[in-house]
């Protein structure tokens, strides 16, 4: 397996972000009531994670140490406008449902921590296809889970499916399905990532616990 499938195995199926790494949770649940829903908002993250990753790299020697977070921020940013724009432009619809979804896609913590962990530490070929990898990962995760509640939701009548608790119903019979799969794969000594995230409460892997930590050190400093 050379390196470049490598990536796109592991964002697809070894580091899935949705069903294995459990990280972008808000536009997991959020946007997710259909499956169109769910493809723009998964191609328009994979997207800012390739073009992130891209200009990343290419400047990860000459970007200060000290502002590395800021400078990855100013540049997620300039592409999710750029993204927003041309969504506004060409697929006013869809861009209208997913709403501030798109604009938030800057503090999705799959696109900082690709950036951190594997952007700013290696070349531009290889981390153009991590970010093909996550990206495509995510996306298969948004479309099944929003393909299954239409088709439950809209499609048969069951309305809970189409609401908030849908979202996470469908979400825990997929990760189940995916805990399945792990232990075939640990049985194989294939074994999957471990979940890692905010919603496994896994704050001494998560790439972004510096930046909550100082966020909760700031807020219980002003209500002091």
Do not use: H, W
């Amino acid at each position: 397996m050379s390196k470049y499938t490598e990536r796109l195995y592991n964002g697809i199926i070894k580091e899935n972000p949705t069903f294995v790494l459990m990280l972008g949770m808000c536009p997991t649940l959020a946007v997710t009531s259909s499956a169109i829903n769910g493809i723009g908002m998964g191609l328009s993250t994979t997207v800012v994670l390739v073009m992130s990753n891209l200009l990343i790299s290419m400047f990860r020697k000459v970007i200060p140490n000290g502002v590395r977070m800021p400078a990855y921020i100013v540049v997620v940013a300039s592409l999710v406008t750029i993204v927003q724009f041309v969504m506004q432009a060409y697929t006013p619809a869809l861009s209208a449902s997913l709403g501030v979804y798109i604009p938030l896609i800057v503090v999705n913590c799959i696109i900082l921590g690709r950036a951190e962990s594997y952007a700013s530490k290696n070349p531009i070929m290889p981390s153009i296809f991590d970010g093909i990898g996550m990206g495509l990962g995510f996306t298969v995760g948004l479309t099944l889970i929003g393909l299954i509640r239409q088709v439950l939701g809209a499609n048969l009548g069951i309305t809970v499916f189409i609401m908030a608790p849908g979202a996470f119903l469908v979400l825990a019979f997929l990760v189940a399905g995916m805990n399945v799969v792990r232990e075939k794969m640990e049985k194989k000594g294939k074994p999957l990532a471990a979940p890692s995230g905010c919603l496994t409460g896994d704050c001494a892997s998560c790439t972004q616990s510096a930046m909550c930590t100082g966020k909760l050190t700031s807020t219980k400093n002003s209500q002091e």
